[in-house]
């Protein structure tokens, strides 16, 4: 395959990987990688069986962290298809993120793994593996797609549920975990034609060679 086109389709898969992976990861590991972040700006509300009052949440790959307002950390537990339930300052009203909300979230990981055997498949040179890494690079374009549909899902009911709690002002906004899933998208999608378009080059300049060297073989003998 052309260099010119081999070389920017790993890095774009790398870069990929490396996000998708640090994505996977995610809350409760990596704080700072959530999807949709709510910060309370008025009232003292709750979180599950706690009773001391928070004044942010942040929504991750498995597990939702909150900070009271003495500047406290606590995660629930990690697992997939996790449920919240939010109070207002007199337990008396409360909202809910079910598990079907967070279950997709699981996307992110397989997307993940599929990156990876991309990014394996365009190390080497021979035509079908790179047909092959192009074929991928789309497939998990595709799955990085539906994990970011997943993520903006996510993002717009944790705001209509926040908004329905009384006595509680909040601000939901969107989270680094939910911008590199987009970049990450952009980026196998750049991946998948480079390589695609390297491929097609060098099926040309083979095919030109191979006209010359006839040309020649021509001249030679007559």
């Known amino acids: 395959m052309s260099r010119v086109f081999h070389i920017p389709g790993v890095i774009f ?6 996000l998708l992976f640090l994505v996977s990861i995610s809350l409760p590991y990596l704080t700072a990688l959530d999807f949709a972040r709510v910060k309370f700006t008025n009232g003292s509300p709750t979180v599950g069986s706690e009773t001391n009052a928070i004044h942010q949440i942040r929504f991750g790959t498995w597990a939702n962290c909150w900070y009271e ?18 109070y207002d300052g007199q337990r008396q009203d409360f909202v809910t993120v079910g598990p079907s909300w967070t279950r ?4 992110h990981p397989v997307a993940t793994g ?12 021979h035509v079908t593996f790179t047909l092959l890494a192009s074929l991928v690079s789309f497939l998990a374009a595709l799955l990085t797609l539906i994990a970011f549909a997943i993520d903006i899902a996510l993002y717009a009911w944790v705001k209509h549920q926040m908004g329905k709690l009384d006595g509680v002002a909040s601000n939901t906004d969107t989270a680094p975990g939910f911008w590199l899933t ?41």
């Not at 307002?69 to 939010?86: E, F, L």
């Not at 997709?104 to 996307?107: I, K, N, P, T």
């Open 13 to 18: 898969l790398l870069s990929a990987f490396v």
């Open 104 to 107: 997709g979230l699981a996307v």
């Open 182 to 222: 987009f970049v990450s998208f952009l980026l196998l999608c750049f991946a998948g034609c480079t390589v695609c378009f390297g491929r097609r080059r060098d099926r040309m300049e083979g095919a030109t060679t191979y006209n010359y060297s006839w040309k020649d073989r021509f001249r030679r003998r007559y």
């Open 114 to 125: 599929v990156t990876f055997i991309a990014l394996l498949l365009s190390l080497s040179t």
């Open 69 to 86: 307002n003495d500047g406290t950390r606590s995660c629930s537990s990690a697992h997939n298809a996790y449920s919240t339930t939010i």
